[in-house]
T-cell receptor
Framework: AQKITQTQPGMFVQEKEAVTLDCTYD???????LFWYKQPSSGEMIFLIY??????QNATEGRYSLNFQKARKSANLVISASQLGDSAMYFC????????????FGAGTILRVKS | DTEVTQTPKHLVMGMTNKKSLKCEQH?????MYWYKQKAKKPPELMFV???????INESVPSRFSPECPNSSLLNLHLHALQPEDSALYLC???????????????FGPGTRLTVL
């Protein structure tokens, strides 16, 4: 069964610095996708970035990059040049290949950006 | 542009009330989802509609009744809820590609439900 682990319940980062949010996963399926979502206190889940298990390059989207280490089964999110608006809950999620598989979420990490 | 809308934003209801949550997407997606989320927890999947047919029901109590009138709309009918059903209810949609590892779900802003 697929499983996602986020070991950091909370993180602090100084404004303008980079921060890494950890995510490890477990699956026996060679085909899977990894997703990161941001959830501000308003509640909306915002899709940030996607990494496929067969992708050769690490995914990047603006200030977000995904440090994908397949052998270690880790998919850490790196946020560069943190902004106050980055303060939110961040969820790592995984979906295995094949029709009908569910998106499985980690427990989440609360990030607080300090000015 | 990716947009999923949900109404109402907030809902307070008594245990004997009947109410409905509404979700709409205009991205041409063919899969729509309902999630329940308690504070500081990840979302829990409730229902999945694929091509307007219910494909996943996560053993949700019958006081929650989903409906998918067409590919753009998803409703969640609520009846005789309990206080423990108070939560954020999130709707999501995705293209529902065969071989689902790349199928990104896009979420709406959610409805904050309080059951008194």
């Amino acid at each position: 069964a697929q499983k996602i682990t986020q070991t950091q319940p909370g993180m602090f980062v100084q404004e303008k610095e980079a921060v890494t949010l950890d995510c490890t996963y477990d699956t026996s399926d060679p085909s899977y996708g990894l997703f990161w979502y941001k959830q501000p206190s308003s509640g909306e889940m915002i899709f940030l970035i996607y990494q496929g298990s067969y992708d050769q390059q690490n995914a990047t989207e603006g200030r977000y990059s995904l440090n994908f280490q397949k052998a270690r089964k880790s998919a850490n999110l790196v946020i560069s040049a943190s902004q106050l608006g980055d303060s939110a809950m961040y969820f790592c999620a995984m979906r295995e290949g094949g029709y009908g598989n569910k998106l499985v979420f980690g427990a989440g990490t609360i990030l607080r950006v300090k000015s | 542009d990716t947009e999923v809308t949900q109404t109402p934003k907030h809902l307070v209801m008594g245990m004997t009330n009947k109410k409905s949550l509404k979700c709409e997407q205009h991205m041409g997606h063919r899969a729509m989802y309902w999630y329940k989320q308690k504070a500081k927890k990840p979302p829990e999947l409730m229902f999945v509609y694929s091509y307007e047919k219910l494909s996943i029901n996560e053993s949700v109590p019958s006081r929650f009744s989903p409906e998918c009138p067409n590919s753009s709309l998803l409703n969640l009918h609520l009846h005789a809820l309990q206080p423990e059903d108070s939560a954020l209810y999130l709707c999501a949609s995705s293209q529902d590609r065969v071989g689902g590892r790349t199928d990104t779900q896009y979420f709406g802003p959610g409805t904050r439900l309080t059951v008194l």
